[in-house]
């Protein structure tokens, strides 16, 4: 079992910067590829960035791209969101996610843990 727990979240006004963090419990986080997703109000969840185990290996939306970056800690369970640039389209809830088939996906419906989110707004 692993259980997530997302922080870091906030108001910032367009151009600004916030970084989020997820802290995961469980002896398999390290093996895990992590990833972030949002979802804005009306709208499905979708996919942000993604991390495999080594973090070496990522994968980015391209509304993102050049602007976040993904990162893990494995010695401290946590993965990261830096968050650059910050445009109103990002407004949404922020969610990390883990998935046990070791494959990165861009697709929530395949992720096996989430997250409880966390609020960014970003003010224009």
């Known amino acids: 079992q692993v259980q997530l727990v997302e922080s870091g979240g906030g108001l910032v006004q367009a151009g600004g910067s916030l970084r989020l963090s997820c802290a995961a419990s469980g002896r398999t986080f390290s093996t895990y590829p992590m990833a972030w997703f949002r979802q804005a109000p009306g709208k499905e969840r979708e996919f942000v960035a993604a991390t495999r185990w080594s973090g070496v290996s990522t994968s980015y939306a391209d509304s993102v791209k050049g602007r976040f970056t993904i990162s893990r800690d494995n010695a401290k369970n946590t993965v990261y969101l830096q968050m650059n640039s910050l445009k109103p389209e990002d407004t949404a809830v922020y969610y990390c996610?883990?998935?046990?088939?070791?494959?990165?996906?861009?697709?929530?419906?395949?992720?096996?843990?989430w997250g409880q989110g966390t609020q960014v707004t970003v003010s224009s």
């Open positions: 996610a883990t998935i046990r088939s070791g494959i990165i996906s861009s697709f929530a419906g395949q992720y096996d843990y």
